[in-house]
């Protein structure tokens, strides 16, 4: 499992405020965006090695599962990367993001951790 920023973090992030049950209908599909956006993050910034990966390419997590080690401008970047993929479920403004790329909002907070190879 890659996730560069909790389930709790990222309903704080997008203002998602459980009822008292202590989970929400919208879970999963928050859950499938927390990976597509740090898979996303993650392929963008793979040529540089990160530190917050094990051996085998996953996230370091704590007892609770949570990730750690996480620079704040990754996680930053994860979580603007989330908000549009959780506002733009049916991909209505999509034109916005050029083609093969992340917003560039995202790009600007990564771009020091991107090592470009050539393949």
Avoid: C
């Amino acid at each position: 499992m890659t996730m560069l920023v909790s389930l709790a973090e990222a309903k704080l992030h997008l203002r998602i405020d459980d009822d008292d049950s202590g989970g929400s209908d919208d879970d999963p599909d928050l859950t499938l965006k927390i990976h597509a956006a740090s898979g996303a993050v993650l392929n963008y910034i793979r040529a540089s090695e990160p530190t917050f990966l094990d051996s085998s390419g996953d996230v370091i997590v704590d007892t609770s599962g949570d990730p750690v080690g996480i620079p704040y401008e990754v996680k930053a970047a994860t979580l603007l990367l989330l908000g549009d993929l959780y506002k733009e479920r049916d991909a209505v403004n999509a034109a916005e993001w050029e083609h093969g790329f992340l917003p560039r909002s995202v790009l600007s907070i990564l771009y020091p951790f991107r090592r470009p190879t050539l393949a």
